[in-house]
């Protein structure tokens, strides 16, 4: 895949193209028309960033029509059985994102469509009232953040994950957050309050504490500054706050991997974890033009330690090792992380949440029960 150099601050986008999805019949490749306009301006002639058109595009927001909020899973490797992703597609923009491809599924590309088309779902309060109320239901945390941010910058307008938490609340059910914005600031009454119920745990991740770097990789994501920050205040309103330092990706920012967790250890973030890049499907090309733009002098050298950690290919679907690698680079990054975290005192783990306290509150117009 070619694609013209195109500035991260001109752009405010981590893709660099936009593909068509693996299951369209028809594929489309850009093509200069004569007049130059897939090459590069010199700087200065049309904007300060250096970099002309293409413009970034601007965000579009549909309405998700899914039938249910909650989602269920039966992976072996991960610590819940249920999510609620309030978006599809993410406005952050991270060019490593592993959710890319769950675009393609909705007829738009993983590249600049996963960032720019986002589907959202209004009535999820409502729908997850609903859910709860189901007889038969059984309360275990729900995780809200595990493939798209509930934080990214469309919440602002939509509030959907503060609604959410009020449904959360009024039950007494257990949620577990991922984050990489600092909008978590924003619930901190909601959070604080949960938190002294043994309901809630947050996890903000920390790709990179070099503000360049981040603006690149996560160009719409809060800067790594406001999110320790975030964790800061979180601890100081006794919320349980992890730091996952996450993606690390080989020969670009694993060598920050200690420096993360002390100044998440030093912000005051009690549990701390680490995830290996993943690189599935269409993230791989993706990711492969963002460094010949960004790293054009390490490209190769970074997907060479991938591969040796991915036993061989960019990207490993195995559970149990999808989310740490295999081979001697692998093990090595473990023990580090091992390490410093134990010299920092950051377990892997947080309290268990507390589910004896479920209990669906009542409707307006529901009859009291009798005393």
């Not at 010199?42 to 039938?67: K, N, Y």
């Not at 809630?200 to 990789?217: H, Y």
């Not at 690189?279 to 330690?305: I, K, Q, S, T």
């Amino acid at each position: 895949m070619t694609v013209p150099p195109v500035s991260a601050g001109a752009a405010r986008r981590g893709a660099l193209s936009n593909s068509d999805g693996r299951f369209e019949p028809v594929s489309h490749a850009p093509a200069d028309d004569g007049w130059g306009t897939l090459a590069p301006v010199a700087p200065g002639d049309d904007d300060r960033d250096g970099w002309g058109p293409p413009p970034s595009p601007a965000t579009r927001v549909e309405v998700d029509r899914s039938r249910t909020v909650i989602s269920r899973n039966t992976s072996p490797d991960i610590p819940f059985d249920r999510s609620i992703n309030l978006y599809r597609g993410c406005e952050h923009g991270c060019v490593y994102c592993y959710a890319r491809p769950t675009h393609a599924w909705l007829g738009l590309s993983p590249g600049l469509d996963f960032e720019t088309r986002l589907f959202l779902k209004p009535d999820a309060a409502a729908q997850l009232d609903a859910e709860l109320r189901q007889p038969g239901y059984r309360p275990a945390p729900i995780a809200i953040g595990t493939n798209t941010d509930p934080y990214q910058p469309v919440e602002r307008t939509h509030g959907l994950m503060r609604q959410v938490l009020g449904v959360l609340s009024a039950f007494h059910h257990p949620v577990t957050i991922t984050t990489k914005s600092a909008m978590v600031e924003r619930d901190l009454d909601l959070l604080a309050d949960l938190a002294r119920r043994r309901l809630v745990r947050v996890a903000l991740s920390i790709t990179t504490l070099d503000r360049d770097l981040a603006r690149t990789l996560e160009p719409r994501a809060s800067p790594p500054a406001a999110r320790l920050r975030a964790v800061r205040r979180l601890a100081d309103a006794d919320v349980p706050v992890a730091v996952m330092a996450a993606p690390m990706i080989p020969a670009l920012n694993d060598h920050e991997l200690e420096r993360i967790l002390a100044a998440a250890a030093d912000a005051g973030a009690r549990q701390a974890d680490y995830i290996l890049v993943r690189l599935p499907r269409e993230v791989d090309g993706l990711f492969r033009d963002w460094l010949a733009a960004h790293v054009p002098d390490r490209a190769d050298r970074v997907m060479n330690r991938i591969a040796a950690m991915r036993d061989g290919r960019p990207s490993s679907g195995r559970f149990h090792a999808r989310m740490r690698g295999t081979g001697p680079e692998a093990e090595l990054l473990a023990r580090r992380f091992a390490v410093a975290a134990r010299r920092l005192g950051l377990t892997r783990r947080g309290d268990d949440l507390d589910t004896t306290r479920f209990a669906p509150p009542p409707r307006p117009g529901d009859q009291l029960a009798l005393l």
